[in-house]
């Protein structure tokens, strides 16, 4: 997995972009990776492009990988959307979706537009041009 985060105090904005095969121990690091960021504030709103991604992760690590979300501080306090055109990658993106504590927080879109919209940043497609 390939991955890259950009973070934009200036519009409490976080976005990430994943490529390759997602394992369960890639997306954790890149998640503790993005906590442990100095920039990193839960209060921004973010957004994971995951177009191109394909999962190797199973239902049962993902199940693990919501709760360490829910047990953890740094997450649950923004809206975060991810971007998906992967049939499998979107399946476990509504799974997640549906695990974690309030899944009013997570969105699963296919348009960059639809993604802005919903975490209420336009400036998101400012920044993605």
């Known amino acids: 997995m390939e991955y890259s985060i950009n973070i934009y105090p200036e519009e409490s904005l976080i976005i990430e972009s994943v490529s390759g095969v997602i394992t369960i121990e890639d997306f954790v690091h ?56 992967d049939p499998i990658v979107v399946a476990f993106g509504q799974v997640l979706q549906h695990r974690i504590i309030d899944e009013n927080l997570i969105g699963i879109f296919s348009k960059l537009e639809s993604a802005a919209e919903f975490i209420q940043k336009p400036a998101l497609l400012k920044i993605c041009e």
């Open 30 to 85: 890149k998640t503790q990776e993005l906590f442990a960021n100095p920039l990193y504030n839960p209060k921004y709103c973010g957004l994971v492009d995951m177009r191109g991604a394909t999962s190797q992760l199973s239902k049962v690590e993902l199940y693990g990988f919501a709760n360490f979300l829910n047990q953890s501080e740094q997450f649950g306090k923004a809206r975060w959307a991810a971007l998906a055109d």
